[in-house]
């Protein structure tokens, strides 16, 4: 059985990612299509061997459209998506638009597959921030054995989350540093080559700025209400990549060995772990792939039942297009029927 999917954003980053998984995995679409702005019209993109022109979504007809890839932003996709939605199709949302709504399932496939069972209500599925999804993949088969309390967590999260402009600005300040250019910093509110950045998002009167607050949220929502999460997010000099020190407290005793043996088993994990120079995962070695990658396990000897790790994975993929395949997958597996 084949399927019409629709990639909405098809130019940008996650768009050109979403085309990408969807050939490699040999999604079972009988026509894909890749859709943007009006100003992108005719621009080709890859789809496997395969080109592919890209339409105006304003002017697509997705009459028979079974689901609709969505990662054009949030102001975008509040508007069309409803739309798309009253089509039939479902569509698989990307930006933070419909997250904490309640009547839409938030979803990471390794850690609550069972939500997409509730598309229905809007014919709307969404994926998490891209930090958030990688951390409860690594939370999840934790949590189930020793039930987390708390976790701080902070993030180093590269270039690529804010976009190809931020990619592009960190490579011409990197030039410009090398042939004494001046430095010009646009998409960032300060120089991002070799600098850090605690600010990603708006701040909110609490102090605390909107990705921070996602993670806690979205992770409350996917995972367990009872979790308390507190975050601080920071851009790091790295195109694509995101990694995070994670500080976990739980209710039970957990050792770092027995969380080492649960995580290998664990859908998504993927541990890489020795003591020594090197027996670690770092942002460049995670680029392409689909796991989410889990080292330094150690105990936490600030707290009870304490333990710290740290997690890489690349933001692109599992933070974003794979997660939505992933989605896609379940859906026609488990709930979507075509009719005959």
């Not at 890839?69 to 199709?89: D, H, N, R, Y």
């Not at 996917?222 to 308390?228: C, Q, R, V, W």
């Not at 541990?271 to 989410?292: L, M, Q, S």
Request: proline residues 4%; glycine residues 6%; hydrophobic residues 40%.
């Amino acid at each position: 059985m084949s399927w019409k999917i629709a990639v909405v954003g098809a130019t940008g980053n996650v768009g050109r990612e979403m085309l990408n998984i969807l050939a490699e995995r040999e999604f079972p679409a009988s026509e894909v299509e890749a859709l943007a702005s009006r100003k992108s019209v005719g621009r080709e993109v890859s789809y496997g061997d395969r080109t592919l022109k890209c339409k105006a979504l304003e002017h697509y007809d997705f009459k028979g459209t079974d689901i609709v890839l969505m990662s054009a932003g949030g102001t975008i996709s509040g508007e069309w998506s409803p739309k798309i939605a009253a089509t039939g199709a479902v569509v698989i949302d990307n930006s933070s638009k419909w997250r904490m709504d309640p009547d839409v399932p938030l979803v990471v496939p390794e850690v609550n597959a069972t939500a997409i069972g509730k598309y229905a209500k809007k014919n709307i599925i969404a994926n998490p921030n891209c930090s958030t999804a990688q951390m409860v993949v690594a939370l999840k088969p934790l949590h189930d054995v020793a039930r987390i309390k708390r976790v701080v967590v902070s993030t180093y999260q590269s270039v690529s989350g804010a976009g190809k402009d931020a990619m592009d600005e960190l490579f011409n300040q990197t030039r410009a540093i090398f042939v004494t250019d001046s430095i010009e910093a646009k998409r960032f509110t300060k120089q991002i080559a070799f600098n850090v950045i605690p600010h990603i998002d708006s701040f909110m009167d609490d102090g605390y700025t909107k990705e921070e607050w996602k993670m806690a949220a979205e992770t409350r929502k996917i995972l367990d209400p009872d979790i308390k999460v507190t975050a601080t997010c920071v851009r790091v000099p790295v195109f694509v990549g995101h990694s995070e020190a994670i500080n976990i407290e739980f209710e039970r005793p957990i050792t770092p060995a027995q969380a080492r043996d649960i995580l290998r088993e664990a859908p998504g994990c993927m541990v890489v772990d020795k003591r020594e120079d090197g027996g670690y995962v770092t942002p460049v070695e995670c680029v392409g792939d689909f796991a989410t990658f889990i080292s330094r396990i150690r105990k936490d000897p600030t707290v009870e039942n304490g333990l710290a790790l740290w997690c890489v994975s690349d933001n692109l993929r599992k933070g974003a297009a794979l997660n939505a395949i992933q989605i896609a997958e379940i859906l026609i597996s488990r709930h979507l029927k075509k009719a005959a």
